[in-house]
């Protein structure tokens, strides 16, 4: 018998077309610097062998993940690329990361210590980015250290310091005082920095490229806008409003059912239908991502109309109210949770608010079942 190996009815459409569109318009404001893309947490889920290869498409050839793992799994499907990987890691992880040619985020020098070991041992050079703490206070070193901990890295040759980089946590806000003090702080670690040979120095995130040209530097990492998401809704520029979001999640109306007033639905019966519902089932739950705190909090597109969400949001599936389609919906409707319906529209910062929470953490955490398919992008 012939295999069959059907997808999730729920579904993640990445919007390919839209991601040339921020990518187009973010190396607009960026100039003629190179653009390294995030792509970690797959591709704030977006799907990350999806977008890396659209993006080496595009011509963007350094792509930024979190962890080597990511970097591995994307060099076995064979996408060409550079990756640097922006999360400290420890000396365990040296051998993959010479291996591989990944170009490491250091703050330690016993990394520099272990790459440089398993560098000589495979008879490579190892490129690595040496991160410098100007506000950030996650990883890093002060800038006081800079100087001493270069002056290190010079007695291993196969060691290259090919960058030095810092990170904004406060880039996404109205007030920059903080953002501009860390601007002032690195200028002047790239000039020290400049004795040493170091061409490339890089801090400027999503917020920045909109609303910080003076961080762009020699090469900016935009993570969030190139998925067509903004920052926050803080960020001065207008022009983030011209971004489009990537990705549409949709699922299918898998059954109805008439139920009459007062009839208790889903788990321990946090809802009652006030009077004769018709009520939909959609294969959705907190297993691919959709979070049980927006339980009777939230909506879905049905014929480009939005219905609520009604009982508690299981691991698999979720109801909808209905009652005001009858006679149009049926079983295999197509189910907006988030994009674009019709003339009607389902944001994740729309359901970010409503969790109390980011935009980022809405896409990031939709599941790696939900099936995620490239449209566009031809």
Not at 28 to 54: D, F, S, T
Not at 209 to 223: H, Q, T
Not at 301 to 321: A, P, W, Y
Request: aromatic letters at 6%; one cysteine or more; proline letters at 4%.
């Amino acid at each position: 018998m012939k295999n069959i190996h059907p997808n999730h009815l729920t579904r993640a459409e990445i919007n390919l077309d839209h991601l040339t569109w921020n990518m187009a318009l973010l190396q607009e404001l960026a100039g003629a610097r190179p653009m390294w893309p995030a792509i970690k947490a797959n591709a704030y889920g977006h799907g990350m062998e999806i977008i890396a290869r659209h993006l080496v498409k595009l011509g963007y050839n350094t792509l930024c993940v979190a962890h080597i793992t990511e970097a591995i799994a994307l060099v076995e499907s064979g996408v060409d690329a550079k990756f640097v990987l922006l999360s400290a890691t420890l000396p365990e992880h040296s051998e993959a990361i010479v291996t591989t040619g990944c170009e490491p985020v250091v703050c330690t020098f016993e990394m520099i210590v272990a790459l440089a070991r398993d560098a000589e041992k495979l008879g490579r050079q190892v490129s690595v980015h040496l991160m410098v703490d100007t506000g950030m206070g996650r990883i890093g070193i002060h800038a006081d250290e800079v100087i001493p901990f270069l002056e290190q890295c010079r007695k291993y040759p196969s060691i290259n310091v090919r960058g030095v980089m810092s990170h904004f946590p406060c880039a996404d806000e109205t007030n920059k005082a903080l953002s501009l003090e860390q601007i002032e702080q690195f200028q002047q670690i790239r000039e020290m920095a400049r004795e040493f040979g170091i061409t490339v120095f890089h801090m400027a995130n999503s917020a920045a490229i909109f609303d910080l040209p003076g961080s762009y530097f020699d090469a900016v990492r935009p993570g969030i806008a190139i998925y067509g998401l903004p920052p926050s809704n803080e960020i001065i520029n207008l022009r983030v409003q011209e971004l489009k979001p990537v990705l549409a999640w949709k699922t299918q109306i898998t059954f109805l059912k008439e139920v009459p007033a007062h009839t208790g639905l889903s788990y321990g019966h946090a809802f009652h239908t006030q009077h004769h519902s018709l009520v939909a089932t959609v294969p959705v739950g907190y297993g691919d991502g959709l979070h049980i705190n927006l339980s009777n909090r939230m909506g879905m597109l049905v014929h480009g109309k939005r219905c609520s969400q009604i009982g508690r949001i299981t691991m698999d599936q979720s109801l909808l109210d209905v009652s005001h389609l009858r006679g149009k919906v049926k079983q295999g409707d197509e189910v907006v949770i988030i994009g674009q319906q019709g003339q009607e529209r389902l944001t994740a910062d729309e359901l970010a608010i409503t969790l109390g929470t980011i935009n980022y953490e809405v896409v990031t955490t939709v599941a790696q079942r939900v099936h995620r398919v490239a449209v566009g992008g031809k």
